[in-house]
């Protein structure tokens, strides 16, 4: 019989804690399910490696939510037990891969985008963020280097690498708004110095993002609109389907180990 979900008693600082998790657990599964598929055996390592990168900060992320939030959940409880409205990650992060050139994009947009914000989130005041900040900053300024190469060799490549490429920013752009968005629980985290505005990272993501789709011969997408709903529980069909495959193990024999 599978096993209910959990209940999360989210104050500020949990919820924070968990929508950071959350990032980091969805793009790391979506990285998984390249294991055995990558178009070489060097990307096929460095994709998984890069998905086990981002599950080392889920579960850091996860196991301070859980002693945040003091009510018996744990790193495990939280990846696995929570119904599809309870996960808080980005919009972007829960897309299919795709072809390669939508995962390098993807990778991209996001890791662009992680390299600045944990290398500010260095200078938390809670030390716990700061510590897992100074780790996650080096892994993801590698993420960074690797995505913004593949996407140079992609945009500047073939005729076909170019196409495939500029189709996957035009179909994922949309989606790189809400990393810049807060509302009034995050609000309160950056006023206490805690947590990092976002939008004071965006110039700077601007810029990397501009400069490597220059040199890659991407145009840049001129629509502005930008989807939203990841950090309020609000998400595409693709996380009912990841999860249902994430969790099936822990629903259907709870509490199983090795």
Avoid at 89 to 106: I, V
Avoid at 155 to 166: I, K, P
Avoid at 172 to 193: H, K, N
Avoid at 218 to 233: E, I, V
Wanted: aromatic share 10%.
């Amino acid at each position: 019989m599978a096993t209910a979900s959990i209940q999360v008693f989210e104050t500020s600082l949990v919820l924070y804690t968990l929508r950071r998790a959350d990032d980091a657990l969805i793009l790391g599964h979506r990285l998984s399910e390249w294991c055995g598929h990558a178009p070489m055996m060097e990307e096929d390592m460095a994709l998984a490696n890069m998905g086990l990168d981002l599950l080392g900060q889920a579960r850091e992320l996860y196991s301070y939510a859980a002693r945040v939030e003091g009510n018996g959940n744990d790193e495990d409880k939280f990846a696995y037990l929570r119904d599809v409205r309870q996960y808080r990650n980005l919009l972007l992060l829960e897309q299919p891969n795709g072809d390669f050139a939508h995962t390098m994009a993807r990778q991209f947009f996001y890791a662009a985008f992680a390299d600045i914000y944990w290398r500010a989130m260095m200078n938390s005041r809670d030390a716990m963020l700061a510590a897992i900040a100074a780790k996650s900053e080096k892994e993801s300024a590698y993420h960074l280097r690797h995505s913004s190469e593949w996407m140079v060799r992609l945009g500047d490549g073939t005729d076909e690498s170019h196409r495939r490429v500029q189709i996957a920013v035009e179909n994922l752009w949309a989606y790189t708004g809400e990393m810049f968005e807060v509302d009034d629980s995050e609000r309160d985290l950056i006023d206490a110095g805690i947590a990092i505005d976002p939008a004071t990272l965006r110039p700077q993501w601007s810029k990397t993002v501009s400069a490597v789709l220059n040199e890659s011969t991407l145009a840049l997408p001129a629509n502005g609109w930008m989807q939203q709903g990841g950090r309020s529980g609000r998400h595409s069909e693709h996380l009912g389907h990841l999860l249902s495959e994430l969790q099936s193990m822990q629903r259907t024999f709870p509490g199983a180990t090795w």
